[in-house]
Structure formats: C-alpha cells, structure tokens
C-alpha cells in the first residue's frame, strides 16, 4: 500500500509524538497508557481533522476550487482546522454551522473554535439544530458555482475515502513508531464521531496486519449506526486504496456508553477526564470528543477490561480550543483564593 499515489498537501506536524502517561497509570493501578498526539498536529492549535485535510485539500487545489464549503457543529474543530488550512492556501472558506447544542451560552457561540474560523478569515452561517446540512450545503455550492465559482464541498468531519486516508497514514506512522522502539501495544482507543478517524485507523491496521484491537468510544450515534457508518466508510477507503475485502464488519467496534444527553453536551465523567488528564499529566482535552473517549478509556480500566500486564494507546484526536467555549462546566471556587 503506496500513499504517495494519493495527492497531498503536507501541513501537519508528523509524526505526532507518542508519549508514556505515569502519573495517569499510576493513578488508575491498571494498564500502561500511552498517548498519540494528534492534538499535536500543529495548524491553528492542531487536531484530527488536519490529517484528513492534507489529502481533500490537494483534492480541492487540483480542482482548481476557489472556494472551499464544509459544515460542522458550532463548536466544531473540523471547521476551525478547514478555516486555517484555506486560509494557508489562500483559498476562500465558507462553513455552516449547525446549532447542535441549542446553548445560549455567549463563550459558546464567539469564543473558542468560532473566534478562530472568523480569526482565518472564514465566513459562516448557522442553521437550527437538525437541518439536513449535507443538502444545505449542495445548495449553497449550487448557488456559488451559479456565480461562476468553483466550489469544493467537504463532508462534515471530513469524513469520506480521502479524508479518511490521513488516518491510514497515521495507523502506519503509530506502526513505525512502536516498532522502532519495540513497543508492544495491545489496544488503540480514541474519540469516534463522523467515522473517518476510526475508518482509516482500521483500514490501515488491517493493511499492515497489526493484529492491534481498535476501540472507538462514540460521541453521538448509538452503537449500531456508528459501527455501521465506520464500516460502509472502511469498505469505502479499503477500495480506494486498491485492497477491497480487508476490512470486516467485526473490525469495527464502538462503545456508545458515554454520549451522556448528546453530542456536545458534556457528562460527568468527561469533566473528570479533562481533570485527570490535566492535573496529572498537563495535557488538555475538550468536553465534546477526548473528554468523552478519555471517560471511556478511564471506565473500562476501571472495569478491569484491560488488563495490568497491557498497554494501550490513546490517541488524543484533540479539541482543547472547545474549552474556551465549555469554561461555564467548571466550577474551580475551591481553588480561588486557596492557599
Ligand atoms: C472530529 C473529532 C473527533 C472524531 O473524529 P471523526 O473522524 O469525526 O470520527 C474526535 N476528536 C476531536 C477533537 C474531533 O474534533
């Protein structure tokens, strides 16, 4: 399997660093735990999407798009990362924003991911919660290209068979890494939303034949339709890399247990995950995706699921920016003026 026939543009900072996390295993007495730092991916303060984004940006510059439309929820970091990465190549960036959360909240709805679109010069707009927003957006393309413009829509998420090869990237360049220091893993888990990331992941494990169980923790969908949506997209990417069949439909494992009320309303544990993750090991993670993973992750060592003598990887698919737009979860009034 040969990713330099498929065209890219190179932005993201890779490899992403793989790190130990002491102090979070010591804590929970169970598996070792590593973590992938796809947070770390450097463009507007990183995440997953950017990975996505280097293979449907070549897409969108060969087409010769002057414009590039994509969609998310209000505080998505698809968009943010969309916004940048056109801004990077100076092409204009429209992005629908859908009113998921029905949050009055004003951080919510100008600070964070959505200061930063408007920061690279993206324009928006929002829709209510529930709109059909892959037809919203065929509409808005439509009108544009009526304009004469050539437009290139990006699914939400960036989730199709292109984007989708960023994360078959990353299951081979976590391969390499672990490999070389001849680290031994036994589980990969992560956040699991439009299905691109757990999709690529599995396509490329297969490919390579890791023989590494992969553990999405879902964030909206229940369990069925996600696995069903990573699968058809596995199947997908699977084709367009020239191996179909790699990929079976028991390959694809998601564990909806901690959505909580819905997508981007945060829970409990998540809010104890941001807290562990934080104070034990500096690292920050957003209520809307890693938080819900990391309860995930955290819950299921906890259950004695994964075993002592184990090691897993969580890879932090990123999102910290949310946090901006999530403050008024925190309640910190036993740390203010503590000494
Ligand atoms: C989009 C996103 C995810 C989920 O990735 P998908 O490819 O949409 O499943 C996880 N974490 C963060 C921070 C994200 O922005």
Redesign the pocket.
């Known amino acids: 399997m040969h990713l330099a026939r498929f065209p890219r543009r190179f932005i993201a900072h890779l490899p992403t660093p793989l790190e130990r996390l002491d102090r979070l295993s010591k804590e929970l007495g169970g598996p070792e735990i590593w973590i992938k730092r796809d ?1 770390c991916t450097g463009l507007s303060t990183g ?3 950017t990975r ?1 984004l280097e293979f449907l940006m070549a897409e969108a510059e060969l087409e010769g798009a002057d414009m590039v439309i994509t969609q ?1 929820a209000t505080q ?3 968009a943010r ?1 969309t916004a940048a990465f056109a801004a990077k190549l100076g092409i204009p960036c429209h992005i629908l924003l859908e009113d998921r959360t029905g949050s009055d909240n004003a951080n919510y709805n100008t600070n964070g991911n959505v200061l930063l679109d408007h920061l690279h010069g993206a324009t928006t707009e929002i829709l209510p919660g529930g709109t059909d927003m892959a037809a919203e957006m065929e509409a808005v393309a439509e009108k544009m290209r009526a304009d004469g413009k050539t437009v290139y829509i990006i699914p ?4 199709n068979p292109t ?2 090869l960023g ?1 078959v990237n990353c299951a081979f360049e976590l391969l390499g890494q672990v490999n070389n220091s001849n680290l031994k893993i036994d589980h990969i888990v ?11 992941l599995i396509t490329g494990l297969k490919a390579i034949n890791a023989n590494i169980s992969l553990l ?1 923790i879902g ?1 909206r969908a229940p369990k069925a339709l996600q696995e069903e949506n ?1 699968y058809k997209l596995a199947l997908a990417t699977a084709e367009k890399l020239g191996c179909p069949g790699i990929v079976q439909r028991e390959d694809v494992v998601a564990n909806t247990d901690y959505v909580g009320e819905g997508y981007g309303i945060p829970t409990q544990s998540g809010i104890e995950a941001i807290r562990m993750f934080a104070e034990l090991e500096g690292i920050l993670l ?1 209520p ?3 938080a819900k ?1 990391a309860a995930g992750l955290i819950d299921l060592i906890r259950k004695g699921v994964f075993s002592k003598d184990e090691r897993i990887v969580f890879i ?5 920016v ?1 946090l901006f737009g999530y403050d008024s979860v925190f309640d910190f009034s036993h740390l203010r003026g503590a000494s």
């Not at 992560?190 to 690529?200: E, K, L, R, V």
């Not at 932090?316 to 910290?320: A, E, L, V």
Request: cysteine-free.
């Open positions: 947070d995440g997953n999407k996505k998310g998505s970091n698809h990362q939400g998420g960036g989730s984007g989708a994360y992560h956040a699991t939303g439009s299905a691109g990331t757990q999709a690529g999405g964030v990573v957003d809307v995706y890693s993973g932090h698919t990123g999102g910290s949310a």
